[in-house]
């Protein structure tokens, strides 16, 4: 349909000649407005479950850029906060878990509340009231492999051994929580669709420290399963499938997992990964955060070369992670600017 929004056609599999554009983490501390209704919070996830305030800034970035997309504000950590792990974020140092060490403390795991994130959907009741007509709402989750790494080492580490390690050790007891990730997934993101976000997106921010085999059994297979499930209750509502540093399992993945785009992260060439998926499947990413932090006329000479390697196709421009904090506003402007000049 030619009113339909930009986003929701290209997840549609309709090629545009003008990508729809939205960021990652695009509601965030780049923004001095974010930064000030930060600072009326005490805690990040107590800011997470201020329904007001995250509707505030989920629309932040769309009154200043007019993105194609929203996306919820919220954290992927609001999933084992529902399951009983004490879950908090320490400024300047991430966030912090009661850590499961043991297949024990596995097993003692509570039930999946999902009353207990009610303040995320009424964030999205607000937002959905207000957003342009053009704009598309995006929910999201994390992936299980991601979220439970967390859940075990308690917090964020630079290569995920403490979970690779567990998963060594206790592959059943691993398997244990990823299936309860897996589950509650499924009811969280049918729940933000029942909301009102019209797409949702899986993160799978950790899969690319995995090996070939471990890879296909935590990242790829949960993932799938999520995807069956959300298109069991909800068939036409989209799925993307964000798993960074999928690299070569990319072709494979687009055949498997069920999604309807999969995001691609920096380091993938989108020659290759064009070349390497079939021509009608959305492709999601994948500019460097660094250069948009960097600007000028790198900006410019990537942007340029991202839009012309996926000319033709389905292509949903976004980085391939999250936007920096140190990044400049007027570079995200020059972005826009540069991604819609043939608009």
């Not at 004490?86 to 999946?112: K, M």
């Not at 009811?187 to 950790?206: C, M, N």
């Not at 993307?240 to 993945?253: E, M, Q």
Request: glycine share 6%.
């Amino acid at each position: 349909m030619a009113d339909e929004k930009a986003l929701l056609s290209v997840l549609r599999r309709q090629a545009r000649s003008v990508p729809p554009l939205w960021l990652m983490r695009q509601a965030g501390r780049y923004l001095p407005e974010y930064r000030d209704v930060r600072a009326t919070t005490k805690s990040f996830l107590d800011f997470c479950y201020s329904p007001r305030k995250a509707a505030d800034v989920t629309l932040q970035p769309i009154r200043r850029f007019h993105f194609d997309a929203a996306i919820l504000f919220s954290d992927i950590l609001v999933v084992p906060d529902a399951m009983g792990q004490r879950v908090s974020f320490e400024s300047g140092a991430g966030p912090r878990l009661e850590p499961i060490e043991t297949p024990e403390q596995a097993q003692r795991l509570g039930e999946f509340k999902l009353e207990h994130l009610s303040p995320v959907f009424e964030t999205i009741d607000l937002v959905k009231t207000v957003l342009p007509p053009d704009v598309a709402f995006i929910g999201f989750c994390g992936a299980p492999f991601t979220v439970v790494s967390y859940m075990i080492a308690g917090q964020g580490t630079p290569d995920q051994a403490p979970a690779r390690l567990f998963a060594y050790r206790n592959p059943d007891a691993f398997a244990l929580l990823i299936d309860r990730v897996v589950e509650a997934s499924i009811d969280y993101l049918a729940r933000q669709i029942e909301a009102g976000v019209e797409v949702v997106q899986i993160f799978d921010s950790w899969a690319g420290v995995l090996p070939a085999n471990e890879f296909q059994r935590w990242s790829a297979e949960p993932v799938r399963r999520i995807v069956e499930g959300v298109k069991a209750r909800h068939p036409l509502t989209p799925v993307i499938a964000f798993i960074r540093g999928a690299d070569s399992h990319l072709p494979k993945l687009t055949q498997m997992i069920g999604a309807d785009a999969y995001g691609i992260d920096t380091a993938l060439d989108p020659a290759w990964a064009v070349a390497q998926t079939a021509s009608n499947v959305p492709l999601q990413g994948n500019l460097d955060p660094l250069v948009l932090v960097a600007g000028g006329e790198a900006l410019d000479r990537e942007v340029d070369s991202i839009l012309a390697a996926f000319e033709g196709r389905p292509h949903i421009f976004n980085l391939g992670h999250g936007i920096l904090q140190q990044t400049p506003i007027e570079n995200v402007e020059r972005l826009v600017a540069r991604v819609r000049r043939g608009a």
